[in-house]
């Protein structure tokens, strides 16, 4: 063999070991984040019940629920970075949005906003994203595990269809059931004058985001149904943003 192949051989061979590498640390990373993070919705779920069999009501829920919520929200801004660095094939852009309107709803709406927690919307959408995610997360694990059970797969990409929806429904009530409070207090919003010469209304931002979910959460829905005829029917689908 000339000494330029077996140079090329050995490059080769150091190029794919470093890749396995990578692949098996990336691997084990993703297995342990998603086992914690189904964990995380499940502890969520199994609260919620026993706290409606206990009490017989939604009220008073939230307080229950409120600190793992925001834990297992909030670390799911870790999807963002396996997306940037390429340890998963999903756009950065459509997670980020995904993963920020969430954060979004957690902090600044009703973590933020005590008089909204008792609304039945608020109930809508946490429910529906515990669902949602204990299923997703579960598939990503099964899936790495090389054990994926058909009727996960089946719902991870066709419960979307109905919870999609219900969730922003959710979303879109407990924002425009904050909308008064926000007004009443003047939360977040900067008036003028002050020092920095900058007015800013978190009212109209809220009006804002909630009219952004009109161009936004169509491209989010035809995301997973392009994701649902790939996994599901085989098709070969051609994202605009990769
Ligand atoms: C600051 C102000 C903010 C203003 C906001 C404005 C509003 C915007 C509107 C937003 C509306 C959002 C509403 C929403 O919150 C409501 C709900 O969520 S209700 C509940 C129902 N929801 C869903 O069903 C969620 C569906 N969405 C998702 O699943 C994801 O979020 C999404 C990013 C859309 C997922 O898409 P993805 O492209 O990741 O699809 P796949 O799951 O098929 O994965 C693709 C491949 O990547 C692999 N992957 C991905 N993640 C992981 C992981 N954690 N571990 C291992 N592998 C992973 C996956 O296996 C696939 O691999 P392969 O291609 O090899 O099969």
């Known amino acids: 063999m000339a ?28 297995t342990f984040y998603n086992i914690a993070m189904t964990a995380g919705w499940l502890v ?3 609260v919620m019940v026993r706290y409606y069999l206990q009490k ?50 957690v902090w600044f709406i009703t973590n933020s906003i005590r008089q909204i927690q008792n609304e039945e919307s608020v109930i809508l959408f946490v429910v529906v994203w515990t669902i949602t995610e204990i299923t997703r ?9 090389n054990h994926l059970p058909y009727f996960i797969k089946w719902a991870r990409y066709n419960m979307f269809i109905v919870m999609y929806p219900l969730g922003v429904i959710g979303e879109l009530l407990t924002i425009h059931a904050a909308l008064p409070y926000v007004r009443r207090s ?27 979910y009109i161009p936004l959460f169509p491209q989010l ?9 790939r996994v599901l029917h085989g098709e070969i689908v051609v994202e605009k943003d990769e």
């Open 3 to 30: 000494s330029g192949e077996e140079d090329r051989t050995v490059e080769e061979k150091e190029t794919n070991n470093k890749k396995r590498t990578k692949g098996a640390i990336a691997t084990a990373w993703l």
């Open 44 to 46: 969520l779920a199994v």
């Open 56 to 105: 017989g009501t939604h009220k008073g829920l939230y307080k229950n629920i409120a600190r793992t919520l925001k834990f297992s929200q909030t670390f799911a801004l870790l999807e963002v970075g396996h997306c940037a660095i390429g340890i998963v094939r999903t756009s950065v852009i459509v997670t980020g949005v995904q993963v920020c309107s969430r954060i979004f709803m």
């Open 137 to 145: 997360y579960s598939f990503y694990t099964f899936n790495l595990l």
């Open 186 to 212: 003047g939360m977040y919003s900067l008036r003028l004058p002050n020092k920095y010469n900058v007015s800013f209304d978190y009212y109209y931002f809220l009006i804002i985001v909630m009219l952004s």
């Open 221 to 229: 829905y035809f995301h997973m149904l392009r994701q649902r005829r």
